[in-house]
């Protein structure tokens, strides 16, 4: 009797199951081949005079990755097609004007100047361009979104609706004490005095040398911002400063005040855009453009590998993490760009606050040898932060490019563990403890490190530092004098690291590429190639049982709403759990 209902219950779960796999395998094969299959037209000849309508809302990544999350549930879009795509309709005739509504997009500072540089491309081509936003900044400082609007040569603002033009507000969060709270000690060692991360656990507020770095990092990016919209906007730095200091600006107030050139509903920006260029015009979506664009050239190539990220030395992943720069996958997309014979040149775009200086320095070496050995320059795109660890990588690149914006250097390290003995007191948990040498434990989170130990993590700490600076020396051509000067633990705007030598250049990963090309005499219209191939669908199928493909998950929707706050903090977290020592920087939210 009791066997017998067990085996109902085993056969209905079975069946169950088999019937969410089938569904499952079904809508899988059905968005292959409609959305991205092969009777997906690779190339449709745009034949009709459009204007490019783009609309940019949610998250976006550095590059679409792929895998059947993303087939399922749609990915975050991707900032290297949306920048292509302008930058290419910039010199299509069939496209006569760029419309771009601003709803609610999540962009980093850099990847708003980024943006900005390909409207801003498209609008010296001669072409109009419209803005339009129900509001910039709802809630919160819009000065980001308007800066990216000012790139267009018209901005529209609906009736009820604001300039929340305010300034930067940059939140680091302090845990200490959260974690006295819980009887949580941590036990951390830094180099140097602005290697701050660990301030978040020590401390309720910011030191004085890192107070001082954030706020020259909040300095030079609202002088970024003053500068784009005054020029813009043609109106006087002074003025554009007073402006934000009185922000923000209610709709009858913007428009005297030359922030917008119309208060109008979104509807009757469709019909300016017919009276300009004519009632036979189409909107073009970005994808729809995007299947447009030729196929790429055979022959001479330049190869682009995104990393993106905290750096680890594997794949491991949780809910709780974000996407990551694992060591091994990097090596590898190296080894095929050094591989392919028509590859001549390699453009790594790194958008990374920092992580394992184990897997940075296996990234560093691989990039060396691209560069020394295999004879193919290595071009290093900086995206919103290649600091700390992200900087130990971009050192062996034969040039650095980064936005005015970007956070870098953060030439430091720090390390150490959570001794979490009083909070196991609590939970009423022993440990009993056997040892076969003196500092068996010294990473055990049971109990407190020795003086011994305390001896050995900083000289570890001195170890990483040390090798840190002089890599930077050799890549930099700096003297060890010069290093010290701007290392220290210290983040750095790209606008502030271009006047201290720590970057060759400013510009985005266009201007990356174009300098790669540019260093192996190629034509500027020679193809790009991104390594690795995307994945095949029977590859995405059997990475759906991979661990590393939970991002695809949680990086959009509910969940990953609930958990980006935590993504940082969580990620200091992986490191010192797995490796005790990491390169990271504090990035804090700006608003």
């Known amino acids: 009797m009791i066997r017998g209902f067990f085996r109902f219950i085993f056969r209905t779960l079975f069946w169950i199951w088999a019937f969410i796999g089938f569904a499952l395998m079904t809508l899988v094969l059905f968005l292959y081949f409609f959305k991205v299959g092969p009777f997906q037209a690779a190339f449709k000849p745009l034949t009709e005079e459009s204007v490019l309508n783009l609309t940019l809302n949610g998250h976006y990544v550095e590059h679409k990755n792929d895998g059947v999350g993303g087939l399922l549930l749609g990915k975050q879009a991707s900032l290297y097609h949306l920048t292509q795509a302008i930058l290419h309709a910039a010199q299509n005739e069939k496209i006569k004007g760029l419309v771009l509504r601003i709803d609610e997009p999540h962009l980093g500072v850099a990847q708003i100047q980024e943006l900005r540089e390909a409207l801003m491309a498209f609008r010296k081509a001669g072409k109009p361009s419209w803005c339009y936003s129900d509001t910039y900044g709802d809630s919160s400082s819009g000065t980001g979104l308007y800066y990216l609007a000012t790139a267009c040569q018209k901005i529209w603002l609906q009736p009820v609706g604001t300039v929340n033009l305010t300034g930067l507000n940059m939140e680091v969060p302090f845990a200490k004490g959260a974690l006295e709270k819980l009887d949580v000690k941590p036990e951390m060692a830094q180099r140097k005095e602005y290697k701050s991360y660990v301030e978040t656990f020590t401390r309720d507020d910011f030191s004085e040398p890192s107070r001082q770095a954030m706020q020259a990092i909040a300095d030079s990016i609202l002088s970024q911002f003053v500068d784009g919209i005054a020029k813009e906007r043609m109106l006087a730095h002074d003025q554009v400063r007073f402006l934000i200091n009185n922000g923000p600006y209610l709709t009858q ?68 993490s974000e996407v990551t720069i694992t060591a091994n996958e990097t090596y590898k997309a190296f080894q095929l760009a050094i591989e392919d014979q ?80 009083g909070l196991f007191d609590k939970l009423g948990v022993k440990f009993g403890q056997i040892s076969t040498s003196e500092n068996a434990s010294m990473w055990s989170m049971a109990q407190s490190f020795t003086p011994s130990q305390w001896v050995k993590l900083n000289a570890l700490m001195d170890q990483i530092y040390n090798g840190f600076t002089s890599r930077v020396a050799l890549g930099r051509h700096m003297t060890p004098e010069q290093v010290e000067k701007v290392s220290r633990g210290r983040v750095w705007t790209g606008e502030q690291a271009l006047a201290l030598g720590l970057v060759d250049q400013l510009g985005g990963l266009h201007t990356a590429l174009e300098l790669a090309k540019k260093e192996v005499g190629l034509p500027l219209d020679t193809s790009v190639h991104i390594f690795p191939e995307p994945k095949t669908l029977w590859e995405s199928l059997s990475a759906l049982f991979d661990k590393e493909e939970e991002d695809d998950f949680t990086q959009t929707g509910i969940l990953g709403t609930i958990l980006n706050p935590f993504r940082k903090i969580m990620a200091v977290f992986r490191i010192l759990f797995s490796s005790q020592e990491a390169l990271y920087v504090p990035l804090g939210e700006v608003k």
């Not at 109008?264 to 469709?270: A, G, I, P, T």
């Not at 300016?272 to 909107?283: D, M, P, S």
């Not at 299947?291 to 809910?319: H, N």
Request: hydrophobic share 40%; charged share 20%.
């Open 253 to 320: 107030e913007a428009l005297p005040e030359k922030l917008v050139d119309r208060v109008d509903y979104r509807h009757n920006l469709q019909e300016e855009i017919y009276a300009t260029l004519g009632n036979h015009i189409k909107f073009l979506g970005v994808n729809s453009y995007l299947e447009t664009i030729p196929q790429k050239k055979k022959g001479a190539k330049v190869a682009l590998i995104f990393g993106s990220g905290t750096i680890l030395r594997d794949g491991s992943e949780s809910p709780m």
């Open 342 to 421: 028509d590859v001549k040149a390699i453009v790594y775009r790194i958008n990374s606050g920092g992580g394992s200086p184990v897997a940075s320095e296996t990234i560093y070496g691989i990039i060396n040898y691209a560069k020394l050995h295999a004879k193919k320059p290595v071009i290093i795109s900086m995206s919103d932060a290649a600091a700390s660890g992200g900087y130990w990588i971009a050192v062996a690149g034969s040039k650095i490019v980064a936005q005015p914006a970007t956070l870098t250097g953060s030439i430091g390290v720090f390390g150490g563990k959570f001794v979490l003995s």
